[in-house]
T-cell receptor
Framework: GAGVSQSPSNKVTEKGKDVELRCDPI?????LYWYRQSLGQGLEFLIY????????KSGLPSDRFSAERTGGSVSTLTIQRTQQEDSAVYLC????????????FGQGTRLTVV | AQKVTQAQTEISVVEKEDVTLDCVYE???????LFWYKQPPSGELVFLIR??????QNEISGRYSWNFQKSTSSFNFTITASQVVDSAVYFC??????????FGAGTILRVKS
């Protein structure tokens, strides 16, 4: 596609439910990143993919968070048993190569846990 | 630890004023990259500029200019003759080893007509 696409753009979920957030990177981009933007925490790195593997998962805040990438393309970030503190905007970015010298960001998914 | 500080939480200016957004960083790496991103109300982060640690030349792109000073660990961003469309949140970021961007807290810029 022309840009990084994320879906849904907005998601409201009840506390305790699981959610899946999707990211479609720019075609041909090998690197994919997830960041979280929340009030008080700013923009935080979550996980990075090179192809389908995730060399760096250090930013995932708990074991309720997981992510996968298939076919070197689409990535899904899953949050299990959501908590109110998970409310944030989840941003995905892709880059042609892993050095992220120019990463392109999607518009994000705004997650609200009620 | 690597850190980026944007001390200005919010700046308001009147159209056509010049405005400088400050960014101070901390890193122990000798090779690193610094970035500025713009986040308009639509939410996506728009890449503005990247500098590597070996290139301290200032850069100008239209109304935008950047002043990189390693001696003070600063990478400041100036908008000349600001316009309402410049209203956004601006983030300074440092590329950390392992391909993570470390972001500052962001500066909200409001340009009033």
């Amino acid at each position: 596609g022309a840009g990084v696409s994320q879906s849904p753009s907005n998601k409201v979920t009840e506390k305790g439910k699981d959610v899946e957030l999707r990211c479609d990177p720019i075609s041909g981009h090998t690197a994919l990143y997830w960041y979280r933007q929340s009030l008080g925490q700013g923009l935080e790195f979550l996980i990075y993919f090179q192809g389908n593997s995730a060399p760096d998962k250090s930013g995932l805040p708990s074991d309720r968070f997981s992510a996968e990438r298939t076919g070197g393309s689409v990535s899904t970030l899953t949050i299990q048993r959501t908590q109110q503190e998970d409310s944030a905007v989840y941003l995905c970015a892709s880059a042609l190569y892993a050095d992220q010298l120019e990463a392109f960001f999607g518009q994000g998914t705004r997650l609200t846990v009620v | 630890a690597q850190k980026v500080t944007q001390a200005q939480t919010e700046i308001s200016v009147v159209e056509k004023e010049d405005v400088t957004l400050d960014c101070v960083y901390e890193t122990r790496d000798t090779t690193y990259y610094l970035f500025w991103y713009k986040q308009p109300p639509s939410g996506e982060l728009v890449f503005l500029i990247r500098r590597n640690s070996f290139d301290e030349q200032n850069e100008i792109s239209g109304r935008y200019s950047w002043n990189f000073q390693k001696s003070t660990s600063s990478f400041n961003f100036t908008i000349t003759a600001s316009q309402v469309v410049d209203s956004a949140v601006y983030f300074c970021a440092l590329l950390e080893y392992g391909n993570k961007l470390v972001f500052g807290a962001g500066t909200i810029l409001r340009v009033k007509s």
